[in-house]
């Protein structure tokens, strides 16, 4: 059968693949909005969960934080404090879940490979072949001071030791091999001859003997996800992900990102589909286009208070901004380059705060723009802001215009945020034909994704 052909662009018709983000890991989430519901209570979770599974989503999304953040010597309360461990609300929604994948961000840097391989394993398991990695690798030392090894890493070292990370954790889902469980109760053989591959690592960074505890999921390996951007990062997923949850939001970026990181397979050994690209994308929705704006101006109000755009700017400028008025211009000092904010302002915004000062001073010149109208353009500027319809054909152009593969979704609240995306643009997507009505029979999230499983041991025969 021919493939079919979108009406738009004459070529085959590509499928939009989506993700949904549990809100609550920065200033786009409104806690204070009386419709937010709590951030660390089961029921949040399980709301979210089924509404993104009534959505037929890929995969829900949980990030995770290690330390809370703080600022100026306080606890940064701004935005939303605490999240219960990843892997546990993970194994408690697969729970309450039968087809969604299940993906949870978990560093390489602050973990080790073996037991977080085996914990994504039993997830991996427990749900049927639905589990996913987000690999990150945890930039910073007020981080590292939660744990025993302490410290952090230099950039280019934390990209190795997450590349060999990866490499033992499939060592270890790959060393039961796929027929290895005989379970013959006749002869009392629980185990094929030769069912278990020993782990023999040794490595710059690991060093890892024995065998995995566990026989292999349907889907052999979870799925790994990657977030870095730098050219460490891209070369990281295309060497070792499955998908990258990337911040090139925007069509021409999201098109020279897509076909940087889409170029670089090859020399892997590996294909265009098997690695997928999906954005972080935040949404507004109005029956016409100047209600949906309106209600963006509103949200994005909400979403930085007064209070946030001043500690947005001293995440940056490094220095006391109390003073100044968030409705007024931007500070003419420069920043102090010894910094303020010990969690977010040098990772967030980039390693010279007086190149992002200059920068940020010329757009505001530019857009006659506040320090708060600033804030809330560089951090929660809506990505898609329009009716349904409207919304739906934004995602259909840039998926089938190679600037994304689909989308990782965020909402403003918790956990009904997904609410509305749910019942009105998914709808829209599946009568344009490039979104799935109904989840494959007996799918694993590779299967949903559409991305190949690293290569496999051989199959044995028992």
Avoid at 24 to 32: A, K, L, P, Y
Avoid at 274 to 295: C, H, M, Q, S
């Amino acid at each position: 059968m021919s493939p079919r052909i979108h009406p738009d662009t004459g070529k085959p018709v590509k499928e939009v693949h989506l993700a949904a983000h549990f809100p609550g890991v920065n200033s786009t989430t409104v806690w204070s909005d009386p419709a937010s519901g709590s951030q660390i209570d089961f029921a949040s979770f399980e709301h979210f969960a089924r509404t993104a599974e009534r959505g037929r989503f890929d995969y829900l999304f949980l990030a995770e934080g290690l330390r809370l953040r703080e600022h100026r010597g306080r606890i940064h309360d701004l935005d939303v404090v605490g999240r219960p461990n990843t892997l546990a609300v993970l194994a408690a929604i697969a729970a309450v879940t039968e087809r969604i994948g299940l993906v949870g961000t978990l560093s390489s840097t602050f973990n080790e490979p073996y037991e977080l391989a085996r914990q994504l394993q039993t997830l991996d398991l427990l749900s049927g072949g639905r589990a996913g990695w987000n690999v990150v690798t945890s930039s910073d030392a007020f981080t590292g001071a939660n744990f025993r090894r302490g410290g952090f890493l230099d950039h280019a070292d934390r990209y190795t030791r997450a590349g060999e990370f990866i490499d033992v954790a499939r060592e270890v889902w790959d060393s039961w091999a796929p027929a290895a469980l005989v379970a013959d109760r006749r002869s009392g053989r629980f185990l094929a001859d030769d069912a278990l591959i020993r782990i023999d690592h040794h490595g710059p960074q690991f060093d890892v003997t024995g065998y995995g505890t566990l026989p292999r999921s349907p889907q052999g390996h979870p799925v790994i996800v990657q977030a870095g951007d730098s050219a460490e990062g891209r070369e990281l997923a295309a060497a070792k992900a499955e998908i990258v949850f990337s911040l090139h939001s925007e069509f021409d970026d999201g098109r020279a990102f897509y076909a940087d990181v889409k170029s670089r397979l090859a020399s892997y050994g590996r294909e265009r589909d098997d690695l997928k690209i999906l954005p972080a994308v935040t949404f507004v929705l109005g029956d016409t286009a100047e209600d949906a704006a309106e209600r963006s101006r509103e949200i994005a109000l909400q979403q930085v208070s007064p209070q946030t755009a001043i500690a947005f700017l001293e995440q940056v400028w490094g220095r006391d901004l109390s003073a100044y008025d968030p409705d007024g211009p931007l500070p003419e000092i420069d920043p102090d380059t010894s910094g303020i904010s010990v969690t977010r302002g040098r990772v967030r915004h980039g390693a010279d705060p007086l190149e992002t000062a200059r920068r940020w001073r010329e757009l505001a010149a530019r857009d006659g723009l506040s320090i708060r109208d600033l804030a809330i353009r560089v951090s929660s500027r809506h990505s898609f802001v329009g009716t349904p319809q409207h919304v739906a054909a934004e995602i259909d152009r840039y998926v089938q215009g190679d600037a994304a593969d689909g989308f990782v979704v965020v909402g403003h609240l918790t956990p009904g945020g997904l609410d509305e995306f749910t019942d009105r643009v998914i709808p829209e997507l599946q009568e344009r034909g490039v979104f799935r009505t109904e989840y494959p029979e007996g799918a694993t999230l590779r299967d949903l994704l559409g991305v190949r499983p690293p290569a496999r041991v051989p199959a044995l025969t028992p």
